[in-house]
């Protein structure tokens, strides 16, 4: 659909002048001006900085927190920064726990577009009016998100289906905004030392890929055909059914699924489904989903989670889905079995080996916080341990040891932690660590079957035949570079961004005051010398001089009160 090319930033900056803005004003409405300052922005769109709106009210700003203030600016800039509020808000190593909680409520929901601009997106994927294609097809949308929007419709034998659309002009507005994030990422990794090692340029691109893959619609096929084999033959689910003939990268066919949403409590017990075994069965299902299969719902919360007769349990939305290597899989399988068996050397091992490093690690002091960490929980009865608690406790522990999970870890846990508050609405008693302990026992037993190991060592041997084959041609090039002249070697300075920003601004002020100084030096000359032309026999060029000469003075003082230092 789109990709973020490697731009200049002056290329980003003002191709779409516009909405970056707009993207400001909103900041600045929502009083994230000394954010604006602190990244230098102000200095790529000099040209329209004073346009910009003006903030809120003090007094509306102070009754607000400030992630608070970012939620309702994320709210009003749209749905790219819906969705990478909804992103930000499974990285806790990111941002901090108020942040996570607020940015968790963003709301995917906005006005549905006009049925003649959905029509013609059939014409244009289609060649054929939307009626033409199903004899029943509800103009009205039942749901509409930043994306799409979902609506009613039949297909020729009778089959009730649902329709996903893709909103008019949604890629083009999203790949501006992208580029935009590109470019801010880049000044934060520039500007915010802070940011730097969890590199805001990366996190933007895996965003875009992200929202690369809820764009086209056939990969959401893909997934929900993937899904139904995965479970196929089982009684305890269902899942919907795809129409791939009638489906496009812009259009999504698939059963209409009439149900009870998982968080109707009151219905579901009133009309006699068993709400303790449906708590059991929507958690062994995501179970097996991530320990048996790596291939999981990444957003089971209460409206993607529908009840059928029978028990019988629905996902809807495969727009987002999580994926775990084997390797993940075993990692992690390995960390949680080595937190119930209170074993903090081997947890210590398990959190290196299932995160990335940002900083250097202190092992001893890690271990001594995870001794604390098992204290505060793992001498409780298993099935009284609620794992949202302690997986965000040990997020933030790993946080403080320069310690991040991978992505795909972070949105399997996401997915755990959603998937245990729908499933305590059913039954306030379930744990979910007491029902994947048999997941992960068997996928132990798993490692240790004699096909397995012999597989791993062959995989093993063939790594470490390849890397001594290349060992030679490799360490030949590296001779041959090196009796050239031509090997180079890196070296990163950190630390000195901040005196460089202060050694631009002195070089700046320097020039401007040496341009001010001839400036008046040389009007002052003009104005001995009496060239013509003269009002009040005072030369014309000499007085323009001074006034412009008083211009740059009044601008340099006040750029140097605006930065409190003299």
């Known amino acids: 659909m789109f990709s973020l090319r490697k731009l200049g930033a002056f290329g980003r900056t003002y191709r779409h002048l516009q909405r970056y803005n707009r993207i400001l004003q909103v900041l600045l409405k929502y009083g994230f001006s000394d954010l604006i300052g602190r990244l230098h922005i102000d200095q790529y769109l000099e040209s329209s900085w004073q346009r910009l709106g003006g903030a809120l009210p003090e007094a509306t700003l102070a009754r607000l927190s400030r992630p608070e203030r970012l939620r309702l600016a994320f709210e009003e800039l749209g749905p790219t920064f819906i969705k990478l509020g909804q992103l930000l808000s499974s990285r806790p190593d990111l941002l901090p726990p108020p942040y996570i909680q607020e940015l968790a409520r963003l709301q995917d929901k906005i006005p549905p577009v006009p ?68 470019h801010i990422a880049s000044l934060m990794e520039q500007y915010l030392e802070e940011l730097r ?69 009151a219905r579901l017990e009133a009309e006699g489904y068993d709400l303790a075994l449906l708590a059991r069965r929507g958690a062994n299902l995501v179970m097996e989903q991530i320990f048996s299969h790596g291939f999981f719902h990444a957003d089971p919360h209460p409206g993607n989670i529908f009840i059928l007769p029978g028990n019988v349990v629905c996902f809807i939305d495969f727009g987002q889905m999580g994926r775990l290597s084997r390797r993940d899989q075993d990692d992690f399988t390995a960390l949680v079995t080595s937190l119930v068996k209170r074993d903090e050397h081997e947890i210590a091992g398990g959190v290196l080996r ?34 949202a608690r302690i997986f965000q406790d040990l997020l933030t522990l790993v946080n403080r040891h320069h310690l991040s999970f991978k992505p795909s870890l972070y949105l399997m846990i996401k997915a755990l932690c959603t998937l245990e508050g729908v499933g305590m609405m059913l039954d306030p008693h379930l744990r979910l660590f007491a029902l994947a302990q048999p997941f992960m026992q068997r996928l132990q037993l798993e490692r240790m079957k004699p096909g397995r190991l012999m597989e791993e060592a062959a995989s093993l ?42 050694l631009e601004r002195i070089t700046n002020r320097l020039v401007f005051a040496i341009v001010l100084a001839a400036l008046i030096v040389g009007s002052s000359l003009i104005v001995l010398s009496g060239i013509p032309p003269r009002w009040h026999n005072v030369p014309v060029i000499g007085l323009f001089g001074f006034v412009l000469a008083a211009c740059m003075g009044f601008c340099l003082l006040i750029a140097i009160l605006k930065h409190k230092k003299m």
């Open 115 to 182: 049925w003649a601009e959905i029509d013609a997106v059939f014409m244009r994927e289609c060649g054929a009016p939307a009626e033409t294609l199903f004899p029943e097809f509800e103009h009205e949308a039942m749901a509409a998100a930043s994306i799409g929007q979902v609506h009613r419709a039949r297909l020729a034998d009778g089959s009730r289906v649902v329709v996903k659309v893709r909103r008019p002009g949604i890629a083009r507005l999203i790949n501006v905004d992208l580029e935009i994030f590109s």
């Open 197 to 265: 090692s969890h590199s805001p340029t990366t996190v933007v691109e895996e965003f875009a890929e992200s929202l690369n893959r809820e764009l086209d619609f056939t990969l959401e096929l893909a997934n929900v055909q993937r899904f139904a084999q995965q479970f196929k033959g089982n009684p305890d689910i269902h899942v919907p059914e795809v129409y791939p003939e009638l489906s496009s990268s812009c259009i999504l066919v698939m059963e209409y699924i009439e149900g009870i949403k998982s968080s109707d409590v």
């Open 354 to 387: 299932t995160t990335i490093q940002l900083g250097e690690v202190d092992r001893d002091r890690l271990e001594c916080d995870l001794v604390f960490f098992m204290d505060r929980y793992l001498y409780q009865p298993l099935e009284k341990l609620e794992a």
């Open 461 to 502: 041997g063939l790594s470490y035949f390849r890397l001594l084959r290349a060992l030679p041609d490799d360490l030949s090039s590296v001779l041959v570079q090196l009796q050239s002249g031509q090997l180079n070697i890196g070296f990163e300075h950190r630390g000195i961004m901040p005196l460089q920003v202060t």
